[in-house]
């Protein structure tokens, strides 16, 4: 049984930062960790990932404003969010792959707003 659990979210003014972790529990070695987000009324779109220790990979629109991190002992990733801008209002989703099958947290909410 492998459960994803993110943390970190909440209310932040435009051009603030978050920092966001989940942890992926369960007996495993961990390969791929990232995250999506899914704004109201839209689809959930890929923000980031990160395979082994320092292979990343991030959306075009967030590059250079997001850094994705892994601590691969813990099977926790971290995403640090900085410049936020008010459409980045959404649910941020975990996820980890796991012998092939993707695993996803229940998301944490990101509101930018003043």
């Known amino acids: 049984q492998v459960r994803v659990v993110e943390s970190g979210g909440g209310l932040v003014q435009p051009g603030g930062s978050l920092r966001l972790s989940c942890t992926a529990s369960g007996s495993f070695f961990t390969v791929t960790m990232g995250w999506y987000r899914q704004a109201p009324g839209k689809q959930r779109d890929r923000v980031a990932f990160?395979?082994?220790?320092?292979?990343?990979n991030y959306a075009d629109s967030v590059l250079g404003r997001f850094t994705v991190s892994i601590d691969n002992a813990k099977n926790t990733v971290f995403l640090q969010i900085n410049s936020l801008k008010p459409e980045e209002t959404a649910v941020y989703y975990c996820?980890?792959?796991?012998?092939?099958?993707?695993?996803w947290g229940q998301g944490t909410q990101v509101t930018v707003s003043s």
């Open positions: 996820y980890v792959v796991i012998r092939g099958g993707r695993y």
């Open positions: 990160i395979i082994g220790a320092d292979n990343r």
